[in-house]
């Protein structure tokens, strides 16, 4: 009988353990939903702080995820994007919502692979040096953000991509 009533206290004792965890983080999400349903936010930064509204701060939020590397197919996924310009200016070419799609599967392997295409209609070869051209720049994209999220660490988010 003793060992059925330790067995039936640590049943309940993990169960409530795991509600606690549980009922917190459920607590903060809600309570974080509240704040942006009732736009506490949005009142205290028109009386007090004009931040979103300024060229600095729309150029910090429109910046691109970087990605190395990412699973997608040009020919089946995304097989409406046939050029290098559909690939480079989305938004010229497409509905703001595919635009979307397009931007976020942008990657540096994907970079690479159109500027093979791009070569390969031009019947010239993707180069070495264009290829390390290309990694400069997704590398100094890399450090650009790194910077963006130090800075924002350091100033309570204000820079945060």
Not at 53 to 65: A, E, G, V
Not at 72 to 81: A, D, L
Not at 108 to 127: F, P
Not at 144 to 151: C, G, R
């Amino acid at each position: 009988m003793i060992i059925l009533l330790n067995v039936v206290i640590a049943i309940v004792g993990e169960a409530w353990g795991i509600a606690a965890i549980k009922s917190t983080s459920l607590f903060w999400k809600y309570r974080l939903e509240k704040i942006a349903d009732l736009k506490y936010t949005d009142k205290f930064q028109s009386a007090h702080f004009q931040l979103s509204d300024t060229r600095l701060m729309r150029y910090i939020d429109s910046i691109d995820n970087i990605s190395y590397k990412n699973d997608i197919s040009w020919t089946t996924q995304y097989h409406y994007v046939d050029k290098k310009d559909h690939y480079d200016k989305p938004t010229a070419y497409f509905s703001p919502g595919m635009a979307r799609e397009i931007t976020r599967a942008k990657s540096l392997q994907s970079d690479i692979y159109w500027a093979g295409i791009s070569a390969k209609s031009k019947d010239a070869k993707l180069t070495y040096c264009h290829r390390f051209f290309l990694l400069l720049k997704w590398i100094g994209a890399c450090i650009f953000y790194a910077v963006l999220i130090i800075m924002g660490i350091c100033t309570c988010g204000f820079f945060f991509p």
